[in-house]
């Protein structure tokens, strides 16, 4: 089992920045690569970044790029997720969650093991 904690989540005006990271313990030497997702007021789930666990390789959603950046420390088994020129419609819980097998890394069934997840609120 993978265990997978979130943290830096918060209150921020609109156009502010906030960075999220997330520590994987446990069983994290089968994981293929990390993922945040976000879950806003009423909505579905979404796919927010991707980052591949060796490769270091980035995936963004459209409504991101740009103003989100995913990085790594292998050393330290967490993931980051920086968030610039924020916006009201951000916010929403984020969730990290670690990719268990080759699948999508934009499908939400290619990850394995979630966290608990982690409030972010853009107020305007």
């Known amino acids: 089992q993978v265990q997978l904690v979130e943290s830096g989540g918060g209150l921020v005006q609109a156009g502010g920045s906030l960075r999220l990271s997330c520590a994987a313990s446990?069983?994290?030497?089968?994981?293929?690569?990390m993922g945040w997702f976000r879950q806003g007021p009423g909505k579905e789930r979404e796919f927010v970044a991707a980052?591949?666990?060796?490769?270091?390789?980035?995936y963004y959603a459209d409504s991101v790029k740009g103003r989100f950046a995913m990085a790594r420390d292998n050393a330290k088994n967490t993931v980051y997720l920086q968030m610039n020129s924020l916006k009201p419609e951000d916010t929403a819980v984020y969730y990290c969650?670690?990719?268990?097998?080759?699948?999508?890394?934009?499908?939400?069934?290619?990850?394995?093991?979630w966290g608990q997840g982690t409030q972010v609120t853009v107020y305007s």
């Open positions: 969650a670690d990719r268990t097998t080759s699948g999508s890394n934009y499908y939400r069934g290619s990850y394995g093991y």
């Open positions: 446990g069983r994290t030497d089968n994981i293929y690569g």
């Open positions: 980052i591949g666990w060796y490769s270091g390789t980035t």
